[in-house]
């Protein structure tokens, strides 16, 4: 009985389980979903180490140039769900330059075949726009095997 359990508890998990295999995929909180993605894709949370989003968070007035600021509240709930939800571990321990996810070590080596040429590209225009490759970007699956480099 303890096996079938623990098989079924797996089973649930699966889905979860993000297709680069360094870390788990976490359904997004919704209010993160909507704040975030109503400019850019809501990053899986552990693609930054929480220190990483905490700065984030605490400095949404000037968020890369823009205005992102939150309510006290909303800012206080994706704070804590970013922290308890943030990467861990040696892929995510140095905080990138900015604390920018497309400027970290294992963003960098991850595309360092592509060239430069690339994020000038009409259909990607920048290294942040992960769509524009891995079509399943929103939903924080960036396996390798669905990108898609524009022509």
Known sequence: ????????SLALLAPLVSADKHSARVP???????????????HPPQMLSASS???LIDNLPRHFGTDASLDPATARDLSAWL????GRGRRISDAPPEDRITRSSWFVR?????GTGI???ASVRSAGNCDACHGGAA??????DSVRIPK
């Open 139 to 144: 939903r924080g699956d960036f396996d390798e």
């Open 53 to 55: 989003w905490q700065r």
């Open 83 to 86: 922290g308890a939800s943030a």
């Open 1 to 8: 009985m303890k096996k079938t359990l623990a098989f079924a």
């Open 110 to 114: 991850e595309h360092r075949e592509l």
């Open 28 to 42: 997004l909180l919704p209010k993160y979903q909507q704040e975030c993605s109503s400019c850019h894709i809501a």
């Open 119 to 121: 994020w000038r590209h």
